[in-house]
């Protein structure tokens, strides 16, 4: 069995001008709260990016479960159990819980969507996360922001996901809302998950982390 659920190996990403990552390594492993930071344009944005399949990198490897993987799109990362719960939700708010926790991979009965499995399913990771009492037929808009990032954490378990990222998660939350999150995290972390946690917020960092990476001018 490998060491790290996922890992970076010597990952180099250049733009026109610019490197934003060079030779970076990372390796998450599964049950570890793994906390990322480095200052604005450090290239933290440009990792996560790399890890989610939105960015190909011109150099370097990924593993998952120490097979090698090329991510193509943020469809390959997602089946290979990748997923982010990004500071900007990604929510559509004029359509239901449901319809968002199955955004991009509708379950579907012949021609039909079958939303009797879809609703079954999205109860299931909300009751799983503590929040048996969310409407699966709400829209989303109608939940608080907190709720709202439930849904979205819902997603992610939703897809079986070996990782999940939280980027900058608690920037809109209140004080009571950062506590149930940390208790979703760590439960997250005790079911084997491996958590990559960004922040700015050093006290959260330390609080929460098992291990901590800083990344400086997109080096290790």
Same mark, same amino acid.
């Given at each position: 069995?490998?060491?790290? /659920? ?14 934003? =990552? ?20 450090? *290239?933290?944005? &440009?990792?996560?990016? /790399? ?23 943020? /469809?390959?990362?997602?089946? +290979? *159990?990748? +997923? ?12 239901? /819980?449901?319809?968002?926790?199955? =955004? ?11 939303? +009797? ?20 037929? =709400? ?14 954490? +819902? ?18 939350? &209140? ?42 001018? *997109?080096?290790?």
């Amino acid at each position: 069995m490998a060491e790290y /659920v996922v890992e970076l190996k010597n990952i180099t990403k250049r733009f026109p001008g610019v490197v934003a =990552m060079k030779s970076m390594c990372i390796g998450i492993r599964p049950g570890e709260i793994h906390g990322l930071i480095g200052e604005n344009g450090a *290239g933290k944005s &440009t990792l996560i990016k /790399v890890l989610t399949g939105v960015n190909i990198p011109e150099e370097g490897e990924i593993f998952v479960d120490g097979k090698k993987v090329s991510f193509r799109n943020p /469809v390959q990362a997602r089946e +290979a *159990g990748i +997923a982010c719960v990004y500071q900007e939700l990604n929510i559509v708010k004029q359509l239901s /819980v449901t319809d968002n926790v199955f =955004m991009g991979r509708s379950i579907k009965k012949g021609p039909l969507l079958d939303y +009797a499995k879809m609703h079954e399913e999205a109860r299931r990771a909300l009751t799983s996360l503590g929040h048996p009492e969310i409407d699966v037929n =709400m829209e989303c808009g109608k939940l608080g922001v907190g709720l709202q990032q439930m849904v979205e954490i +819902a997603k992610a378990v939703s897809y079986n996901s070996k990782v999940i990222v939280f980027d900058e998660p608690t920037s809109s939350l &209140t004080e009571e809302e950062v506590e149930h999150l940390f208790k979703i995290i760590n439960m997250l972390r005790d079911r084997g998950v491996g958590i990559i946690y960004i922040s700015h917020k050093m006290a959260e960092i330390k609080r929460i982390s098992d291990y901590i990476t800083v990344i400086r001018h *997109g080096q290790w």
